[in-house]
């Protein structure tokens, strides 16, 4: 807990001011105690001055659910309010299961409808600024906005070079809802990680070309596409060099070149897949995205 909130106050130090977490990840408390001490130390005046994001769980993908969920994120946080609330993934598994990985047993439908008219009472309740999905393909947002009052602002996604999401963000673009990109340089170490984006021989070349680091060319192209980028590092210098991507650019040369890499997901979630669950198969949960 200590090393997370460290690392964050060192973030918000170098320039950072957007965080991404969840409830899953067990860093809404140090995240809010890094808010906290840089209100205190005088990082930031403000809580304004950053952008918060949290994210609801499997478990609490149920319409009654979301509310007290919020909260309990709003009390780990010590905040008032979330700028951006998201449905983790677009799968509800028993009230009261937060073990990881989630058991094949208690995976059960979602209720898209229902779930979403509650993210819409918390953001007219003040609670969060505004709501969106995360994982989601075209057609379980299709089934969001044919009932919603308040389209999803935000679908937050695995996207890299390797995975560049090309048919789900034209469709975001034309509907007006942001792509946020997860893993832009492919999480390596992770779980679901890999090491093919780093150590992609084209994003080498281009790096090398251009005098920049191999991760710089990738949140640059991730940043190119009109996304918004979350970008993980626990090491300040990489903190740093990270954020040092908008005084140049790539060429339509490079772009078109990257553009053309061959594509594979690096997260295929086949946790949430279950001969007797909601999701057969990959194909079902991805709506063929995959
Ligand atoms: P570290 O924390 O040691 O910097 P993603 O954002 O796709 O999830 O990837 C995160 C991973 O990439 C982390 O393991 C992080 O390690 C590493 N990383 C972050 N920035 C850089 C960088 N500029 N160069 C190389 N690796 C990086």
Known sequence: IDTVKQTILEAIEVGYRHFDTAALYQTEQPLGEAISDALRLGL??????????????????????????????????????LDLYLIHW???????EYDLPVKKKDLVPIDLKSVWEAMEECQALGLTKSIGVSNFSCKKLETILSTAKIPPAVNQVEMNPMWQQKKLRKFCDEKGILIQSYSPLGAKGTLWGTNRVLECELLKEIAQAKGKSLAQVCLRWAYEQGVCVLVKSFNKERMKQNLDIFDWNLSAEESRKISQLPQCKGFPAGEFVSDDGPYKSLEELWDGEI
């Open 44 to 81: 930031i005046k403000s809580r304004d001055e950053l952008f918060i994001t949290s994210k609801l769980w499997c478990s609490d993908a149920h319409h009654d659910c979301v509310l007290p969920a919020l909260k309990k994120t709003l009390k780990n946080l010590k905040l008032e309010y």
């Open 90 to 96: 677009p799968v509800s598994v028993k009230p009261g």
